[in-house]
């Protein structure tokens, strides 16, 4: 139980910076620079501009991503599992609040290129910690994670396809150099986002433990995913071990070592990464 809280701690703190690095991107850097964020929040920035330029009022940013947040968190809790929705739900608070409440800062100036590349690199960190403990940064993000995990197609390539129609519609309007460096600023984002999240990769398991009968149960209750047990004998202790083999997703890994923990505080685990899987496999979204 201590390590499940601990684990669950660990991910609101994750979630926690995470949107702060994502924030402070956008209001030092991106904003001050007139940069789009890309997403939903780049959608709001693009309306919130264009209102500017027809009347000369300035809207709350933080307001109206939370806004429209709204639908799209409805979305996610119809079509994704429930405590992803939750921990999204606290990403996007913390973001409307870090948006709405951290004076905009001018850090580098003039220097359009530089806003674009710190901008594009703290976005990027930010949104793929919340993502790598199983969170979002809200928006368009919700729907990105579910396509990954149905279709496999990674986040940061769906991301930069709807980034380049709000790039165009942002060049369009008001300035194509700006349209530029957003784009230069997208694809250092979604770089360090696949980086930092690694996207849907299946990685494979092994468990060395006295308890094999016991722990493979578990994770068949527990888990969608096959079991395959084999027997082997400790060259050192002399005592009969089982060998357990699975294949899941990186997202399942921190919950995989928690059940085995539960069970066996002394089974070795190792893990390494698979390239493909050809057969039944069952994506899970994380829970």
């Not at 930010?126 to 990954?148: L, P």
């Not at 165009?168 to 600023?185: K, N, Q």
């Not at 068949?220 to 997703?249: C, E, F, M, P, Q």
């Amino acid at each position: 139980m201590k390590k499940f809280i601990k684990h669950e701690i660990k991910k609101v703190i994750f979630i926690a910076i995470g949107s702060l690095i994502t924030s402070i991107g956008i209001l030092w850097f991106l904003n001050p620079a007139g940069l789009y964020t890309g997403g939903l929040t780049g959608v709001t920035q693009l309306l919130i501009n264009i209102v500017y330029d027809i009347s000369g009022n300035t809207l709350n940013l933080g307001l109206f991503v939370f806004i429209f947040n709204v639908p799209v968190l409805i979305f996610g809790m119809f079509k994704m599992n429930r405590k992803f929705v939750y921990y999204s739900i606290y990403s996007i608070v913390l973001q409307s609040l870090f948006l709405g409440l951290i004076p905009v800062s001018i850090v580098l100036q003039d220097d359009i290129l530089s806003n674009a590349l710190v901008g594009g690199i703290l976005v990027g960190v930010g949104v793929g910690m919340s993502f790598r403990v199983g969170g979002s940064g809200g928006g368009f993000d919700v729907i990105f994670q579910y396509i990954a995990f149905k279709k496999n197609i990674p986040v940061g390539t769906q991301s930069f396809s709807i980034n380049l129609i709000i790039i165009g519609i942002a060049g369009a309007i008001f300035s194509w150099p700006i349209a530029v460096y957003t784009i230069i600023r997208v694809l250092i984002s979604n770089l360090v986002i696949d980086k930092v999240h690694t996207s849907y990769n299946y990685i494979k398991i092994e468990v060395i433990t006295e308890k094999g009968a016991e722990i493979a149960q578990l994770l068949v209750d527990k888990t969608k995913h096959g079991i395959t047990v084999t027997k082997g004998k400790g060259a050192y202790s002399k005592k009969d071990k089982d060998i357990l083999h699975t294949i899941i997703s990186s997202y399942e890994l921190n919950k995989f070592v928690v059940m085995i923990k539960k069970i066996d505080e002394t089974a070795f685990i190792s893990v390494s990464t698979v390239k493909k899987v050809v057969g039944n496999f069952t994506k899970i979204i994380i829970d």
